[in-house]
């Protein structure tokens, strides 16, 4: 259900987010979540270092790589 629109601001989806990126490290999808969900909290090298796995998968969209660009330019 983690694919609904506005589900990121449901109670308990930040926790779910990032428990299915742990349950689930070769999803790309759940990495991608898990990544806005460290993008909203401000954690920019948490967020990186997912971006980073979720490039290693392959498959790679363009926003992932604009997403990984922003959390670069962040930290600086």
């Known amino acids: 259900r ?3 629109a506005g589900r990121g601001r449901e109670a308990g989806a930040e926790a779910l987010a990032l428990a299915a990126a742990r349950a689930f490290p070769r999803n790309p999808q759940a990495l ?8 909203r909290r401000r954690d920019y090298e948490g967020a990186l270092g997912l971006s980073r796995r979720l490039a290693r998968l392959g498959g790679v969209r363009p926003g992932d790589l604009y997403h990984r660009l922003d959390l670069l330019n962040r930290l600086d």
């Open 2 to 4: 983690l694919d609904r």
């Open 32 to 39: 991608r979540h898990a990544v806005a969900t460290l993008r």
